[in-house]
């Protein structure tokens, strides 16, 4: 069999429709054998640096394996940045390297990189030595990529491999489970830790979304009675306008929501590993009493002193819990004992209304606008059900606060690792996991100069995904920081002298633009936007001198 077709079947085996990528000389084989089937289609980027957001964005949006391939050396390397946000954000990848030839490595061939360079990017890197053994080699990197904790895996494939027809050993079936069930006795101490609570919270991260647990989340929540608090990566996976939403816990959570959790006498982490950036360094005061359910067990223990640690999936841990807490004498107790106070629906409002008032004197009309009104615009046009992505910078730890989200994978922004212009790349995978589906892409006009090239890719797939930039003409986060702790000039790094119009510079990717200065132009624009069957453009002015989401929701 040939080797180029046996990768492609192996993909298309393990349900991989979509192959992001930018081609060169060495991946020519690979392409060749994808363009001549019609159950796999290959999405060319514009840069190497996007081809592997594309891949997450796909991932995250619509939980399936996404693939990518590029060249050795430059192409890899520029890959790199989308791999480790991938493998911090737990996400599922399949990528190939199309490598130098065995019979040149080590003498400097072209794009020539030792391939361990790549083994701190990623879950697993993984050399094919020889090319009989691609398909298993393939398929035992797609079952380690989806073995829980999910993450990227990196395949590097000789160059000569490629177009050789050999015996190609067939792969045998992998088990793809990395715990099964939850122990009975963490169940029941986290049982008894959790029923004699009387304010109990919950912090709720990304592998509640990835475990599809949501369903089991809001059962535990209403049990316990308890707010739920997202971390950045479980944005969405409670609906954020639901009672016992109380918001995101980021650079811009109010002091009412980290009171929520500092007072709180019990606290459920579930499918958080309660990182440094999650925690702010792990400043954020949580109760003494911690149950904590992760999938790493490295995770336990890991900045916070843990009452109770569970390493398992958090379905199974959830919906255990539930019915321990349903089934103890302690549950009814505390609910007794609690009337005269406020409910966790109650608590959660509070936050809720509290965040609220904070940013109300940066709402208005009047241009240019503070990303508060211009966010609470957005999100009044764009429907419910949509696939919203988000990039780093100024606009998106606003939008953690003030933009709502729905649904479990219904926001897409990046966790710990941060990188700015992913929005973009991100959206249009999404895009293409969710073709009948409304995308739209939050990125500022510093973030959107990293990735703009992505616009042509947009156009050129014929994607109808909306794209609203804000625009402020300065990297403001860092000129605000600047100003405000060093001997620096509060626009250090604006180009207010140098201004971009998106608008022009969209339509001469071929995209439909269009530019809105009030909330309700932006209304207009969005939901027309939003409701074209095109790849669209809105500009949208924003002040560069508005506070900072972490100062102004810090007085």
Request: glycine share 8%; with cysteine.
């Amino acid at each position: 069999m040939n080797v180029s077709r046996a990768v492609v079947d192996r993909l298309v085996a393990n349900g991989v429709d979509t192959v992001f990528g930018i081609p060169g000389k060495q991946t020519l084989p690979l392409n060749e054998t994808i363009d001549d089937r019609d159950d796999i289609r290959f999405v060319m980027a514009r840069h190497e640096t996007a081809v592997t957001h594309q891949a997450w964005g796909y991932a995250e949006a619509g939980g399936d394996l996404a693939a990518t391939v590029v060249v050795p050396g430059p192409g890899d390397m520029n890959a790199m940045n989308g791999l480790k946000n991938a493998f911090n954000d737990c996400t599922p990848l399949i990528h190939f390297a199309v490598e130098t030839g065995p019979e040149l490595r080590g003498g400097d061939g072209i794009h020539e990189t030792p391939p361990d360079t790549y083994d701190n990017v990623v879950k697993a890197n993984v050399l094919l030595g020889q090319p009989e053994s691609t398909a298993v080699v393939v398929e035992e990197a797609i079952a380690t990529a989806l073995t829980p904790p999910y993450g990227p895996v990196r395949v590097g494939i000789p160059k000569p491999f490629l177009p050789k027809d050999v015996p190609v050993a067939t792969p045998g079936e992998y088990c793809r489970e990395h715990l099964e069930g939850v122990s009975e006795s963490d169940i029941e101490a986290a049982r008894n830790a959790l029923a004699e609570s009387q304010s109990p919270v919950i912090l709720a991260g990304g592998g509640v979304r990835t475990a599809n647990a949501s369903q089991e989340l809001e059962r535990v929540a209403e049990i316990l009675d308890a707010p739920v608090v997202t971390t950045y990566k479980g944005k969405g996976v409670v609906p954020e306008d639901w009672e016992f939403s109380a918001g995101t816990l980021s650079g811009s959570a109010s002091p009412e929501l980290l009171e929520c959790l500092a007072t709180a006498d019990a606290a459920l982490a579930v499918g958080t590993d309660l990182d440094a950036h999650a925690t702010r360094g792990w400043s954020v005061e949580l109760p003494d009493t911690i149950v904590h359910v992760t999938l790493d067990p490295a995770d336990l223990g890991n900045g916070y002193e843990l009452t109770v640690g569970i390493v398992a999936d958090a379905t199974a841990a959830l919906s255990e819990l539930a019915g321990a807490l349903e089934g103890s004498e302690f549950v009814g107790t505390r609910v007794a004992t609690t009337e005269t106070s406020q409910s966790g629906a109650e608590r959660a409002t509070a936050v809720r209304e509290a965040t609220s008032d904070r940013i109300d004197d940066l709402r208005g009309s009047t241009p240019p606008l503070t990303s508060v009104s211009a966010l609470e615009a957005v999100r009044s046009a764009v429907p419910r059900e949509a696939v919203v992505t988000a990039d780093a910078g100024g606009s998106r730890v606003w939008a953690l606060t003030v933009f709502e989200a729905y649904g479990p994978r219904s926001y897409v922004n990046p966790g710990s690792w941060a990188s700015m212009g992913v929005a973009l790349p991100s959206g249009i995978g999404a895009q293409l996991s969710n073709p009948d589906g409304d995308v739209v892409v939050l990125i500022g006009d510093g973030g959107l100069m990293m990735c703009v090239h992505e616009l042509h890719t947009a156009v050129a797939e014929d994607l109808p995904i909306t794209v609203v930039v804000f625009r402020n003409e300065d990297y403001a986060i860092i000129s605000e920081e600047a100003g405000r702790s060093y001997e620096l000039e509060d626009d250090a790094y604006a180009w207010p002298d140098a201004p971009i119009d998106f608008v022009s510079l969209a339509n001469s990717f071929g995209m439909t633009a269009r530019r809105a200065e009030t909330p309700a132009e932006i209304r207009t624009a969005v939901g027309e936007s939003v409701n074209a069957d095109e790849p669209t453009l809105v500009e949208i002015p924003t002040n560069p001198r508005e506070p900072q989401a972490s100062e102004w929701m810090a007085e």
